[in-house]
């Protein structure tokens, strides 16, 4: 693995991946070119061992596997899952408003727990889906302005001279985005609908409705062996996972997930709390002739990885951080621990992901948090619950986690990413 290329590819992948539809499209197309056969849930399915497949719901969560040559039930799967989506805002149905003094906002909704205040100031574009109306068909285009149209204005210090004691932002009111003057443009209250129309192809009275997200206009970059980028929380661990699934051995079958909506809670469709990964793995052990017996057993002999970003120590910060589990940018994948089963690490899953880094010669780190500070879960948790797998908890360390550029470090990523091939080559990594 070619450090400085896989870096670069990491930051490609991040700026075009501007909402969870994108990071989907984009790992779909990887897929293809790595030789995977997309199916439909809505169709039968007709599967060979060896046979490499993948699978889209909601165009915007992604179940990719290779199947190993061997018996399936008593070699199971070996799964990576992570999440497509990050912290954002959302526009709202008919979300133009113009203002008395004659400014365009957006109406906008937060999705996710976004560090509001990293928001402001910034050169905005917007993405998503539009539904569109073709002949008698509702079609579903995805859209990217990629250009900056939006900003959220700070209201200046000498109308806020309290503004660095500390300032509670109101989503209403400090962070609706400006667009501009009314004057000048025609049908102000429908800018918005107009530019999607313009995005992919069609008129306005065609559009018939669509999700449009906020993203930062500026694209990430590389500050020496430091990342700074929109969205590492957790394509990081998407482009990792993708890596390892298509650049290594066939030991066992494998399995990417990668869920959206974990940002709010994952209770959906495509989310990693619904049936969407047990229902695929019952599918595949069914079309290769198994039984719901044989599904169990492959569970019970299956291992998972769920891997979201992790916390690495605050150089500004450290009295934040457990006075002895305290993970740092570039020492490698951390394994992440919640006596409250936040994360789903336990001792023996804890164990083998760290024989599997000792095997790949990658250093491992360990998270958990202060005592007194409650921190937030993964889809692991949703993962072992639809399917009664052992899964380890893992990602990159990284800072500003939510914020809407996030700072990690070259050397996590190839960490992670060679840890995770070693994952999918080893038949004995599992508990």
């Not at 595949?284 to 891997?307: F, H, K, M, P, T």
Request: proline fraction near 5%; aromatic fraction near 8%.
């Amino acid at each position: 693995m070619q450090r400085e290329a896989f870096a670069d590819g990491l930051l490609d992948f991040c700026n075009r991946s501007v909402t969870s539809f994108h990071a989907a499209a984009n790992v779909a197309s990887r897929l293809e070119a790595a030789g995977f056969k997309q199916l439909r849930e809505g169709e039968a399915w007709r599967l060979d061992k060896g046979g490499k497949y993948f699978l889209i719901r909601n165009r915007s969560a992604v179940i990719a596997f290779e199947i190993g040559k061997g018996d399936l039930a008593d070699d199971g799967f070996r799964i990576i899952g992570a999440h497509t989506d990050s912290p954002s805002f959302k526009a709202k149905p008919g979300p133009c408003i113009v203002t008395q003094d004659g400014y365009i906002k957006l109406n906008t909704e937060s999705y996710g727990g976004a560090i509001l205040s990293t928001w402001l100031d910034r050169p905005l574009s917007l993405a998503g889906r539009a539904v569109v109306l073709h002949g008698d068909w509702l079609e579903e285009r995805l859209f990217d302005c990629s250009r900056p149209l939006a900003v959220i204005p700070n209201l200046a210090i000498h109308l806020n001279r309290s503004i660095n004691d500390g300032y509670a932002y109101n989503k209403q009111v400090d962070m609706l985005p400006l667009i501009g003057r009314a004057k000048g443009i025609d049908n102000p209250g429908g800018w918005l609908a107009g530019i999607i129309a313009a995005e992919v192809n069609t008129g306005p009275e065609a559009l018939v409705d669509y999700d449009a997200f906020l993203y930062e206009a500026e694209p990430g970059c590389r500050m020496g062996d430091l990342l700074s980028a929109s969205r590492q929380d957790n394509l990081t661990m998407v482009y990792a996972a993708l890596d390892g699934i298509i650049h290594s051995g066939v030991a066992a079958t494998k399995v990417v997930a990668f869920f959206d909506n974990e940002e709010v809670g994952s209770a959906t469709a495509p989310g990693a709390d619904s049936e969407f990964l047990g229902g695929v793995l019952l599918r595949l052990v069914r079309a290769l002739g198994g039984d719901e017996s044989d599904y169990l057993q492959a569970c019970a002999n299956s291992a998972a990885i769920s891997a979201d970003a992790a916390h690495a120590v605050h150089p500004n910060h450290p009295d934040k951080h457990d006075p002895i589990n305290r993970p740092v940018l570039g020492g490698g994948p951390t394994i992440k621990y919640s006596a409250a089963q936040k994360y789903t690490t336990n001792g023996v899953t804890a164990a083998w992901f760290a024989q599997v880094c000792e095997e790949a010669g990658v250093p491992v780190q360990r998270y958990v948090n202060r005592s007194d500070i409650a921190g937030g879960s993964t889809i692991g948790p949703a993962m072992s619950k639809h399917t009664g797998i052992a899964t380890v908890d893992v990602g990159a360390p990284i800072l500003a986690m939510h914020s809407i550029r996030e700072t990690g470090h070259v050397d996590d990523a190839v960490y992670s990413a060679k840890a995770f091939r070693a994952f999918y080559d080893m038949v004995t990594s599992r508990p």
